[in-house]
C-alpha cells in the first residue's frame, strides 16, 4: 500500500501510544519513505511532557517539528475557549479544531503528506474506521500489531525513556491539565486534587461560558457544584481522546454543550 518515496506524518502527541508509533514508523518505512513526525503544542499539557518529547526525540533519532495554528501562535486551549465562546462540541472541542486540525491544514498548505499514523491502539479499531470512511490516509502502525496500551508503556520504559510525569498522577493519558472533553467527576476530582488551581480555572471559566462540564447522577452540573469527592466511572474506561482527529465516544458529550453551540 504504501509506495517508495511515500511522505508519512506521525503525529506525536506527548504520549505514549504516539511515541511507539513514531518508533515502529521509522522501523518499517524509514529506509524507503520519508517520515516526519510531529507535534502540535499545548499550552496547557504538563510541563513534563517537553522533556519527554526531548527524550523520545532523540530514542526515534529525527527531528520532532513543531506544527501550530498561525492563529493561536502560544498554543493556549484558555485562549481559543474564550476565543470561540465555547468549550466542547458533540464531535470534539474547539480547542483541538484550532491547535490541531488547523494547524495541520496550515501544515499541508505547505507539506506534502500521503499517509498519516495515530496512536490507536488495540481495541481503538473503530477510531481508525470512523476516520478512513472520512477519507483519511491513515496508517494503523499499532492496530495491525495489535499493539495496547500497556504493552506501550512497557516498550518505552524497555527503551530506557521515563514516561510524562502526568500518568504518574494517575491520569489515562498525556492530554491538557482539565481537558473538557471529560464528563466524569472521577477524572474532575482528580483534576481537583493534584491541580487545584486548574479546576479553580477550568470552573470559573466554564461558568462564565455557561458549559456544564462534569455529569453527576446523570445531571449536568457546573464543575463549582461538584461535590467534594465525587467519583464515577473508573479512569481506565475514560473514553475520550486528543489529538489529530479529535473526538469523544460519550454519548452524553452532547450535554456538555451551551444552547448556542448546540445551534
Known amino acids: 500500500m504504501v509506495n517508495d518515496g511515500a511522505?508519512?506524518?506521525v503525529w506525536f502527541s506527548c504520549g505514549a501510544a504516539s511515541a511507539v508509533a513514531a518508533k515502529m514508523t521509522l522501523d518499517q518505512y524509514g529506509d524507503r519513505c520519508t517520515v516526519r513526525v510531529l507535534n502540535n503544542p499545548v499550552a496547557e499539557e504538563d510541563d513534563d511532557n517537553r522533556r519527554f518529547l526531548s527524550d523520545?526525540?532523540?530514542?526515534?533519532?529525527?527531528?520532532?517539528?513543531?506544527?501550530?495554528?498561525?492563529?493561536?501562535?502560544?498554543?493556549?486551549?484558555?485562549?481559543?475557549?474564550?476565543?470561540?465562546?465555547?468549550m466542547s462540541f458533540p464531535k470534539g472541542a474547539p480547542c483541538t479544531i484550532e491547535l490541531k486540525k488547523r494547524a495541520r491544514y496550515a501544515w499541508e498548505e505547505n507539506n506534502h503528506v500521503n499517509w498519516h499514523v495515530l496512536g490507536y491502539v488495540h481495541g481503538e479499531r473503530h477510531r481508525h474506521d470512523r476516520l478512513v470512511a472520512t477519507g483519511e490516509p491513515l496508517l494503523p502502525v499499532l492496530l495491525d500489531r495489535r499493539v495496547t496500551k500497556d504493552q506501550c508503556y512497557q516498550i518505552i520504559k524497555s527503551a530506557g525513556l521515563k514516561l510524562p510525569r502526568i500518568y504518574s498522577l494517575g491520569y489515562p493519558n498525556a492530554n491538557c491539565i482539565g481537558c473538557v472533553k471529560a464528563t466524569s467527576p472521577t477524572y474532575w476530582s482528580l483534576v481537583r486534587d493534584n491541580h487545584p488551581e486548574v479546576f479553580a480555572a477550568r470552573a470559573e471559566q466554564s461558568r462564565r461560558l455557561g458549559v456544564r462540564l462534569v455529569r453527576v447522577n446523570n445531571q449536568r452540573i457546573f464543575l463549582d457544584e461538584m461535590p467534594v469527592g465525587a467519583t464515577g466511572a473508573p479512569l481506565k474506561n475514560m473514553d475520550f481522546e486528543c489529538g489529530l482527529f479529535c473526538a469523544t465516544d460519550d454519548p452524553e458529550a452532547l450535554g456538555q454543550m451551551t444552547e448556542k453551540e448546540k445551534r
Do not use: C
Open 56 to 86: 523520545v526525540q532523540d530514542w526515534l533519532g529525527v527531528e520532532i517539528e513543531e506544527v501550530t495554528n498561525p492563529d493561536f501562535p502560544s498554543g493556549s486551549a484558555v485562549e481559543v475557549w474564550d476565543a470561540r465562546k465555547a
Open 7 to 9: 511522505t508519512i506524518a
